[in-house]
């Protein structure tokens, strides 16, 4: 079965700092990766996803991820926070083609400061 | 709309009681997924609608939970007996794709359910 690790459950940072948030998974192939955010009171957005191809993807709001396939990883990462990117990122995996029903990790809380 | 509309936003019932909260997915969206997402916790999959067939429903967690997708549109998603440990967040995704991936799920705002 796929399975998600988030294993940072809060992170703090400075507004303007960078930022990296990890993500591993398990799975028997290359699957299908994505990074969602969730900000209070509203629903999952994707970021961005990683189906095959380059493995540094872009998304919205000037996030970035990289597929490392050694490593089994998909981390996010942003080169300078802004203090509206205050919110729970998920990252997903979902097996690629036939059923595609996608797992979360359990998040992570970006906390920014000013 | 053109987003994915839950009702009711909030839900408060006493153990014991049903409950039904209704998803609205987007106009033309094939698919359909449940997710139940505990405090501090990621969504969790509950079931998954392809039009009108339930696909797969291995999430829900009892026989008490129950969904609907009748005429492949709007969902209902029906907890009999309610109880405390059904407190959470329901969300409701759609997403254009059938049989192979297409990656993005759209999500509603979520249906926050308290059992008292």
């Known amino acids: 079965a796929q399975s998600v690790t988030q294993p940072d459950i809060h992170i703090t940072v400075s507004e303007g700092a960078s930022l990296e948030l990890r993500c591993n998974y398990s799975?028997?192939?290359?699957?299908?990766l994505f990074w969602y955010v969730q900000s209070p009171g509203q629903g999952l957005q994707l970021l961005l996803k990683?189906?095959?191809?380059?493995?540094l993807v872009q998304g919205i709001k000037g996030f970035e991820a990289e597929f490392k396939r050694s490593q089994s990883s998909f981390n996010l990462r942003k080169p300078s926070v802004h203090w509206s990117d205050a919110a729970e990122y998920f990252c997903?995996?979902?097996?690629?083609?036939?059923?595609?029903?996608?797992?979360f990790g359990r998040g992570t809380s970006l906390i920014v400061h000013p | 709309g053109a987003g994915v509309s839950q009702s009711p936003r909030y839900k408060v019932a006493k153990r014991g009681q049903d409950v039904a909260l209704r998803c609205d997915p987007i106009s033309g969206h094939v698919s359909l997924f449940w997710y139940q997402q505990a405090l501090g916790q990621g969504p969790e999959f509950l079931t998954y609608f392809q039009n009108e067939a339930q696909l797969d429903k291995s999430g829900l967690p009892s026989d008490r939970f129950f969904a609907e997708r009748p005429e492949g549109s709007v969902s209902t998603l029906k907890i009999q007996r309610t109880q405390q440990e059904d407190s959470a967040v329901y969300l409701c995704?759609?997403?254009?794709?059938?049989?192979?991936?297409?990656?993005?799920?759209?999500f509603g705002e979520g249906s926050r359910l308290t059992v008292l």
């Open positions: 990683y189906f095959s191809g380059d493995t």
């Open positions: 997903a995996v979902g097996p690629p083609g036939g059923s595609y029903i996608p797992t």
């Open positions: 799975y028997g192939a290359t699957p299908y």
């Open positions: 995704a759609s997403s254009p794709g059938q049989g192979s991936y297409t990656g993005e799920l759209f």
